[in-house]
């Protein structure tokens, strides 16, 4: 399979350890969504998938080549990232932040040619920023933002995306444009992995759903099969109904259950299966900052 | 426009090399200033302009230059616009080391004192980000609270030093606390040209990173940037460039706050055009500056820093009302 493994992969802060071990695949042409309750370590896995934290244990493997072994602009031509958000500090156009997603193909000194153009063009055409080109970034809506920086990401033409929930603070409409946007992404061929907190949209868009709970798989599969009730009780402590619609089967929360209490609960110590170095201790802690 | 304006700038640039070749306390027409640098005129109208008024000019340049760069690229690196060397206290920790170094050393290891400037200056530097970083870039708040406490610090250690230093030490040490280009002379310019310069490439080097860095450092991360090499290069390049500054002039504050603005409003924010652009301005700003306080008040002399504040305090008021 070719797309991007992770094998026993486990990370955190400092001593803490937030995610793992985790084995997962993100194959070329499929979309992933990574599901969890707040705290379950989505963003962490995201993170030492796209390579920007350094594993504690375990591997990532992109399209055939360990991602630690690949300086970091060439990474980042391989695997795309979206990340929750960025700082505007600075008036930047909405052009001009697309470009630096261009940024790793460029390298530190040669400047953009009619090919990088092209690429910025065709993202802000994708997403339908054509009218906002050189809006500056910082006067647009949290919404606004996430399609820029989703454009972004498209600008680099990676060959692996991972968003970290680029849903959050879009509208409806723009939720169902971000959908297509990514199915047409998946159809030309790209892995997608997307950190979302809505089931119903996961089921649109992604062809498997990665169930996260305390820094743990908890459950993998087709969307519909993996949302079950029961999952989302003892997941989310959610108490939810599934409901027929027209297109297929849609959660309905009906309220908080007894199980909640779980939820964000640190893990007991020893607790969960161990990572590889956590036993041999082979390498030391990386710190919180530690970007490859 | 943005043609117009580097013409602008190179027309300003001009301007002020010449006011600040035109003044001074002897009395001499710009005619026996033009005579005297191309090697004519008198003996004395010579050793005034080419060891004396050529050497500050030609300081100014550089330590405005060094500061204005070292803001532009900290306020990117750290995404924060209110980062500028002075208020972050990396201006004070350089004095702080150099102080203590002009009043410990030996007199044969004075030519130590820059490189103390510039440890102080990493120290601070290191210390400042550590309590002011956050995920998204460093927060206003902390930052310029960080600047406080470091600030705090170096001005304890110097005064420590002042009073714990032998009389004829104390001139040498007060004159790096004090921004002020009076002691220039060729030597010196040639010493703090390294200082300068090297810094200035790698901060170059790293521009495009360095916009990135502009988006915080994940955001970096994830389009390719190396954040900790970025980083610690970025970091000791400034240090190098205020500690430089700062043992060749003494203290001299808001040209690395003020001066990236201002360019970045002129020339937009492409990163390398806001680094050099920002060094060329900060060189005509400086030497604008030392000219002024040379003429300001009628047969004396003020310090530089005093003038840079006078320009500076009301931008940085404008600048914190602005960043919420």
Redesign the interface.
Known sequence: MSGLIARGLCGGYGARRVVGPVDLQLPVGRCTAVLGPNGAGKSTLL?LL?G?LRPTAGEVEVLGRELLSL???????LV????Q????????TVY??VM??R??H????RPAGPADEAAVEAAIRDLGLAAHRHTPVHTMSGGERQLVLLAR?LA?EPRLLLMDEPATGLDVRHQLALVDTVRGLVARGVGAAVVLHDWNLARRLADTAVVLDRGLVAAEGPPDEVLTTALVARVFGVTVERVAASEGPVLVPQHASVAASSIGAPKAPGGGPACRSDRAATRPPTPP???? | MRRSADLLLGLGLLAAALASLLTGSAALSPAEVGTALVGGGTAEARLVVVSLRLPRLALALLVGAGLALAGAALQLLLANPLADPFLLGISGGGAAAATLAVVALPAAMLGLVPLAGVGGAALATGLVWWMARGPLGASSTRLILAGVAVNAAASAVILLVLALASGNRVPGALAVTMGSFAGASASRVGWLLPYTLLPAAVLLHHGRDLGLLGTGEESAAGLGVDVLVVRRQVFLAAAALCGGAVAFAGVIGFVGLVTPHLCRLVWGPAPRRLLVRSALLGAALTAAGDTLARRIVPGAELPVGVVTAVLGVPFFVALLRRSA
């Open positions: 993170r796209v920007i300086r970091r602009r060439e990474a980042a031509r795309g990232f979206v990340p958000a960025v700082t505007v500090a600075f008036p930047l001009e932040m630096q997603g940024a790793p460029l390298g530190p000194w990401a680099g900052d530690a970007v490859a």
